[in-house]
């Protein structure tokens, strides 16, 4: 099973600074998305990378999928408190056949 | 906007005995999966579904469980008979097309299973 590791694994910063985490394996992902997941709720999607080196953007939110799809980072600038949560990675392996989860980030932006 | 349900929100039950988790998937979406998180842990893939039938399961999901669509709406999961490790939180999802060509799945809000 390919696995994927998210780190750090906690974050506590101020609002308007800027973070970046990151998602890695050792196997190569057909895709990853980003996911997230409010205390109670269902992870809520954010992005999907399918393509090496692809960088998407989302207000202030910038994804990246790395060039040899085993890794993937997040970058929020000028967080605010309502970026707080637990932020996701999960992708799908190269064979198609598994779904996997990272363990997660979890944000907290303090006012 | 479409949105995936799921009732009910939490359920308790003794060990041992059947429960069955109700998924309302977005209308126009062909492919239904079932997840688990156990509290603190990682959210794990349990089943797809399309077409009428398992398209993939995990080890997770074994010959206690079971998934069905009953009818045009409704996505189910059943647990034949709980253990106290099934407790979790189950998500249910649905995506327009297959995973291999990257559609997008979209998730419930869970439901809390609780075994006593």
């Known amino acids: 099973t390919q696995l994927l590791e998210q780190s750090p694994q906690f974050l506590s910063i101020q609002e308007g600074e800027n973070l970046t985490v990151y998602c890695n394996s050792s196997?190569?992902?057909?895709?990853l998305q980003w996911y997230r997941q409010e205390p109670g709720e269902g992870p809520v999607l954010l992005v999907t990378?399918?393509?090496?080196?692809e960088v998407k953007k989302l207000k202030r939110l910038t994804f990246q999928f790395g060039d040899a799809r085993k890794d993937s980072s997040l970058h929020i600038t000028a967080a605010q408190p309502g970026d707080t949560g637990l932020y996701l990675c999960?992708?799908?392996?190269?064979?198609?056949?598994?779904?996997?989860f990272g363990p997660g980030t979890r944000l907290s932006v303090l006012p | 906007e479409p949105e995936v349900t799921q009732t009910p929100s939490h359920q308790v039950t003794q060990m041992g005995q059947e429960v069955i988790l109700r998924c309302v998937p977005i209308?126009?979406?062909?492919?239904f999966y079932w997840y688990r998180q156990i509290l603190g842990q990682k959210v794990e893939f349990l089943v797809s579904?399309?077409?009428?039938?398992?398209?993939?399961k995990s080890e997770i999901f074994d010959d206690q469980f079971s998934v069905e669509r009953p009818d045009g709406s409704n996505f189910t999961l059943k647990i034949r008979s709980t253990k106290l490790e099934d407790s979790a939180m189950y998500f249910c999802?649905?995506?327009?097309?297959?995973?291999?060509?990257?559609?997008?799945?979209?998730f419930g809000p869970g439901t809390r299973l609780t075994v006593t």
């Open positions: 579904f399309y077409n009428n039938e398992i398209s993939e």
């Open positions: 999802a649905s995506s327009e097309g297959g995973l291999r060509i990257s559609y997008e799945q979209y």
């Open positions: 196997s190569v992902f057909s895709s």
């Open positions: 990378v399918v393509t090496g080196g």
């Open positions: 999960a992708g799908l392996d190269n064979y198609g056949q598994n779904f996997v």
């Open positions: 209308s126009n979406h062909l492919y």
